[in-house]
């Protein structure tokens, strides 16, 4: 079955605002990415995290320490220029590959 | 950072010829990975693929399917034949190790006509 689960699948925000993605990971993962993918479908690597939490800019991004089971993604502020999908991909359980969540269609309104 | 080079970034073929996608992964990588993507879909792993062997492969990597990487030129995914199904967007990525960051290229769009 599926082992990342991200939601929400769609998010409408208008600037300015606060927003929080997550992954959920049916099993234990080693390492999670976050990547968002613009318009003309080129995919930018955002984070790498084996553990707790890095911050760029507006976005953060955060990977549970203990169970390992779930990565958030926070973006303070939003810009009309954040508008993509957002996939997290992770490592783990028990496979060689890193494995996508199905995105998050984020649209950034005037 | 590090770049992954995918060529063509299109390509247009018709049904049941082949078809090289070729990548150049970052230099002192050692995994290399395959995805694809039909449009606005989501994400699909292919085929990893280290020291000259396939690791892992997924249900979508058919029998038509094939990837190599001679003499540590270019990694690429041969399909022969190609189907119309097989129109899509395929990324390329590779990774120092296991466990370590995979860098993806820009893709390569494929048109089976």
């Known amino acids: 079955g599926d082992q990342v689960e991200q939601s929400p699948s769609a998010l409408s925000l208008h600037e300015g605002t606060d927003s929080a993605l997550r992954c959920n990971f049916t099993t234990t993962m080693r390492s999670v990415q976050w990547f968002r993918q613009n318009s003309r479908g080129s995919l930018i690597s955002l984070f790498y995290?084996?553990?707790?939490t890095k911050e760029n800019g507006r976005l953060k991004s955060a990977f549970d320490s203990k169970e390992r089971r779930y990565s958030t993604l926070h973006i303070r502020d939003a810009q009309l220029e954040d508008s993509g999908t957002y996939f997290c991909a992770a490592e783990g359980g028990g496979n060689e590959k890193i494995t996508f969540g199905a995105g998050t269609k984020l649209t950034i309104k005037p | 950072g590090p770049k992954v080079l995918q060529i063509p970034s299109h390509q247009i073929i018709d049904m049941g010829q082949m078809v090289t996608l070729n990548c150049d992964p970052v230099?002192?990588?050692?995994?290399f990975y395959w995805y694809k993507q039909i449009l606005g879909q989501q994400m699909e792993f292919l085929v990893n693929?280290?020291?000259?062997?396939?690791?892992?492969k997924s249900k979508l990597f058919k029998d038509q399917f094939s990837v190599e990487r001679p003499d540590g030129s270019y990694f690429t995914l041969k399909i022969q034949p190609t189907a119309l199904e097989d129109s899509a967007v395929y990324f390329c990525a590779s990774s120092l190790g296991l466990n370590t960051e995979v860098f993806f290229g820009k893709g390569t769009r494929l048109t089976v006509v």
């Open positions: 230099s002192n990588h050692l995994y």
């Open positions: 693929f280290y020291n000259g062997k396939v690791m892992e």
């Open positions: 995290l084996a553990s707790g």
